[in-house]
């Protein structure tokens, strides 16, 4: 590595003590339906579809606050997906609906976690549980961000109330 160009510190080494450090417990709901654009051949949701929707919900939520996806962008931050798990129990098929559970677990800094659960309408069936973590990156720079936004964190703040 350059000297003009230092390695980029762990996510985990950067969070400051005066930085965001919010959790929340309620869920936020976001339906969706299966359309044959998001199966297979055989009529089951295709794995990549799931992701779609979680980002779908993450981005609703976050509106519902008072965060829109486009101010991020007019304030030069980016939040891209650092880590994801995923676990499938159940196969939703084509024609069905479901409820798309998010809820920010933790922000820690510039670290955000995300919960997931995709659930039949009367959370009767599991189908897929996850979690996202993403970091706040500068858009022009490419690097991740020291401390995040003030109208960032206090728009974060809200989901941990």
Known sequence: MSESNPPLLPTNAIAEKEALNATTERWFEYPVKAHPHHTDYAGIVWHGSYLAWMEEARVECLRSIGMDFE????????????????????????????????????AAGVRMHWDYQIQ??????????????????????????????????????KLSQ
Do not use: F, N
């Not at 997906?81 to 920010?104: C, D, F, N, P, W």
């Not at 401390?147 to 728009?155: D, F, G, Q, Y």
């Open 120 to 157: 039949s309408p009367d959370s009767q069936e599991l189908y897929v549980t996850a979690r996202v973590t993403l970091v706040a990156v500068d858009r022009e720079k490419g690097k991740i961000l020291r401390k995040l936004p003030p109208s960032v964190e206090a728009a974060l703040v």
């Open 71 to 106: 101010e991020w962008v007019k304030l030069g931050c980016d939040l891209p997906v650092v880590e994801l798990s995923v676990r499938y129990h159940r196969a939703l098929k084509m024609g069905m609906t479901a409820i798309v559970k998010t809820r920010m677990l933790e």
